[in-house]
């Protein structure tokens, strides 16, 4: 039996109104002009056997590949984060097979920050969550879902992934303008006002960044710094993913303080590596690598958001210093 879809079976001129990207659909098969029918089912079935062997496939195979189609683009609409109220990391060994011995509970909103040196586990902290690690990772620590053990599908799934990820590198390769290159993404995620979408995320990034871009700015003409504030916007308004990992966005050259305010205030679960003080204090907690594994986890005390507070003091005074030897001043007097 063929895979069948309620929606070969709408009238043709609602099936279009309603989902245009159908005809894109059916322009990448070659099938951009179709014998005429009252639906999509009717149409396919019209089409002569001559016609099938240009396409190269079997009556049959039209239907359930528009069928899988159409599947695909449901998950991709269906909102995942309100499915997403915990994610729950278990702990398991460090490089020496010491226990880990913690439970931690991540909701979204909340920001948990990552601390340690250099080859202390942290990438390998962030990959386990990344792949919904069940043990079988080589710290051997567990990841749930919502209290649970997340269903495999879901695991290994090439969309609706969990995570989402901005490293420290950023490369772009394709040649397209930041609008063209954001709205690309936008109709790919089927918003339904890409134009609108791309406009706001423009703007997030240009707010974020150190130095402004245009839209027409080609992405591979971006700083390092633009290039970041660009992702971040984009995870911030288009992904759907419930999870950000952050790799060290201190030395993105970005608010990085509004920047993590974006994203938590879109309900993500962030988890950032990171060595600045700032950030490691803005968080409900750090997390302390050593030697492969977890060695404690410190909840941000009341007296170390004083201290915050003065840091951020502090690191308001060193920005007027950087805007005045960037824009050429003497650095004399009071700042």
């Known amino acids: 039996m063929p895979m069948k879809t309620p929606y070969a079976d709408l009238p043709l001129e609602r099936l279009f109104h ?5 005809r894109d659909f059916l322009a990448a098969l070659g099938l951009a002009e179709l014998p005429a029918g009252p639906t999509l089912a009717s149409c396919l079935a019209a089409l002569d056997e001559e016609r099938l062997e240009d396409v190269g ?3 049959q195979e039209l239907l359930a590949r528009f069928a899988a189609y159409m599947e695909g683009v449901e998950r991709l609409l269906r909102p995942q984060r309100a499915t997403i109220g915990s994610v729950t990391v278990i702990g398991g ?13 991540l909701r979204p909103g909340e920001v948990t920050c990552i601390v340690g040196p250099t080859g202390s586990g942290k990438s390998r902290f962030l990959a386990d969550i990344e792949w919904l690690a069940q043990g079988d990772s080589p710290t051997g620590r567990r990841v749930l879902i919502n209290g649970a053990v997340p ?3 879901r695991r290994y799934a090439v969309d609706q992934k969990l995570v989402a990820q901005l490293s420290q590198n950023m490369n772009f390769v394709m040649d397209l303008s930041a609008e063209e290159f954001i709205s690309l993404h936008a109709e ?12 706001t995320i423009l703007d997030l990034a240009n707010s974020l960044a150190g130095e402004q871009f245009t839209p027409a700015t080609p992405v591979t003409a971006l700083s390092g710094g633009q290039s970041r504030a660009l992702m971040i916007a984009d995870v911030a ?25 974006l994203l938590a205030d879109r309900d993500k679960i962030i988890l950032m590596a990171t060595h600045d003080p700032i950030l490691a204090l803005m968080g409900e907690r750090r997390l302390v690598f050593k ?4 060695a404690r986890i410190i909840a941000t005390s009341a ?3 004083a201290n915050l507070a003065r840091f951020e003091e502090m690191d308001a005074r060193l920005t007027a210093v950087r805007h005045a030897l960037r824009n050429g001043e003497e650095i004399a007097g009071e700042f």
């Open 18 to 22: 309603e989902h245009p990207h159908v």
């Open 57 to 59: 496939l079997e009556r």
């Open 93 to 105: 060994r460090d490089k020496s097979g010491a226990a880990e011995n913690f439970t931690l509970e």
């Open 151 to 153: 269903d495999p599908g």
């Open 188 to 199: 790919s995620r089927m918003v339904a006002e890409p134009a609108a979408v791309t406009r």
């Open 237 to 261: 308004c288009l992904s759907s993913s419930p999870i950000v990992l952050i790799d060290e966005i201190e030395n993105a050259g970005i608010d990085r303080k509004r920047a993590l305010a």
């Open 291 to 294: 030697n492969g594994g977890v």
């Open 303 to 305: 007296a170390e958001r």
